[in-house]
């Protein structure tokens, strides 16, 4: 496995800006197997999906988790929590920026007031251990200080916050939406149910991997770094008893695969899933179209093998919009 197999070139003008509105008139790349795939919207997963079929969901909730801080010299600084340390989310894990300058006990200051003390490099080395300072509780102090933390490559503006959060999200804690959820909207949801689809949750908190490219030329020796996640026990019978099981986004799979692998319905996961891999749960994968180059399009490949370089393009030949705020797929691994 080399790092260049999951390289494609991506226009930056392909790179959506904006949702689309509605949520569900986002376009849907149908996977046919070795035929050609059908364009479709995501509304339409109400004739795609049928009685028997259970649609599993991340109802992980952002945080305003980017932080616009300045240091007591004046010189900027920035920090990204990726992942709480404690029980009152007052101690987190965090991207800091200017990593190299920033010593232990250092107080970062927002509107004048401090905010984050750095207590030490985190035992991983590429990230640091941070406390939030302030009376109150933390998320209500992220919520006046905090920022949506958008990926760094969409510049435009977000007019709405609750774009960029599921209509589903439910447990705060992730430092990025899973994006593939951003497409439903209640009706849809009620349809499908009318129609037989049930939906059920897992939550798995969005961590460093999301913002860490790979760099090793063998991508199998990329550190994965451990994310939460949690799968009910209710979830887990009602895969059992599915017709398919329907992963929306690759946090949702990251989280069924874990918990059947493991063993384990909550806790830590470092799970890498790269070909050749063993699928225990997910038989249909709803995602949007991954930056070249990471783990996530390493899934893709594990989950429909090397057509996903056709899927993708097909998506680029037909204007589909990538990225956090693009369209959507849907792969069904059966037709490998």
């Known amino acids: 496995m080399r790092l260049e197999d999951f390289?494609?070139?991506?226009?930056?003008?392909?790179?959506?800006?904006?949702?689309?509105e509605p949520r569900d008139s986002a376009r849907l790349l149908v996977d046919q197997g070795s035929a050609a795939p059908l364009h479709r919207y995501v509304r339409d997963l109400r004739e795609l999906l049928h009685e028997g079929d259970l649609l599993v969901v991340n109802d992980s909730k952002v945080i305003p988790a980017r932080l616009r801080l300045l240091r007591s010299t004046g010189g900027a600084?920035?920090?990204?929590?990726?992942?709480?340390?404690?029980?009152?989310?007052?101690v987190w894990e965090a991207m800091v920026r200017p990593a190299k300058k920033l010593k232990p006990g250092e107080e970062l200051l927002s509107n004048?007031?401090?905010?984050?003390?750095?207590v030490r490099r985190s035992d991983a080395g590429?990230?640091?251990v941070i406390e939030l300072l302030g009376d109150g509780d933390p998320l209500e102090l992220l919520q006046r200080h905090g920022e949506m933390p958008l990926p760094p490559y969409i510049s435009a503006p977000l007019q709405q916050p609750d774009r960029y959060q599921t209509v589903y999200s439910n447990e705060p804690g992730s430092a990025a939406a899973p994006t593939a959820g951003l497409h439903?909207?209640?009706?849809?949801?009620?349809?499908?149910?009318?129609?037989?689809?049930?939906t059920a949750r897992v939550e798995l908190v969005v961590g460093l991997d999301?913002?860490?490219?790979?760099?090793?030329?063998?991508?199998?020796?990329?550190?994965?770094?451990?994310?939460?996640?949690?799968?009910?026990?209710?979830?887990?019978?009602?895969?059992?008893?599915?017709?398919r099981v329907v992963a929306v986004g690759t946090t949702s799979v990251r989280a069924l695969?874990?918990?059947?692998?493991?063993?384990?319905?909550?806790?830590?996961?470092r799970i890498f899933i790269h070909?050749?891999?063993e699928w225990k749960t997910v038989d249909v994968m709803m995602t949007n179209f991954h930056m070249p180059r990471t783990t996530l399009l390493m899934m893709i490949d594990a989950f429909v093998g090397s057509r996903w370089r056709h899927l993708y393009d097909t998506a680029l030949a037909e204007n589909y919009r990538f990225l956090s705020f693009g369209d959507a797929m849907l792969l069904d691994r059966s037709l490998t």
């Open 7 to 20: 390289d494609y070139q991506l226009p930056d003008e392909r790179i959506a800006q904006h949702p689309v």
């Open 210 to 243: 999301t913002f860490k490219p790979v760099s090793e030329a063998d991508p199998r020796e990329h550190p994965m770094h451990s994310e939460r996640y949690r799968v009910p026990a209710a979830t887990l019978e009602a895969c059992r008893n599915a017709r």
């Open 257 to 269: 695969e874990s918990a059947a692998t493991l063993g384990e319905t909550e806790g830590r996961t």
């Open 112 to 118: 004048g007031v401090p905010l984050v003390r750095v």
């Open 126 to 128: 590429d990230t640091m």
């Open 184 to 198: 439903f909207t209640p009706e849809l949801l009620a349809d499908l149910a009318a129609a037989g689809v049930q």
């Open 77 to 90: 600084a920035e920090a990204l929590l990726l992942d709480p340390l404690d029980g009152d989310r007052r």
């Open 275 to 277: 070909r050749p891999y």
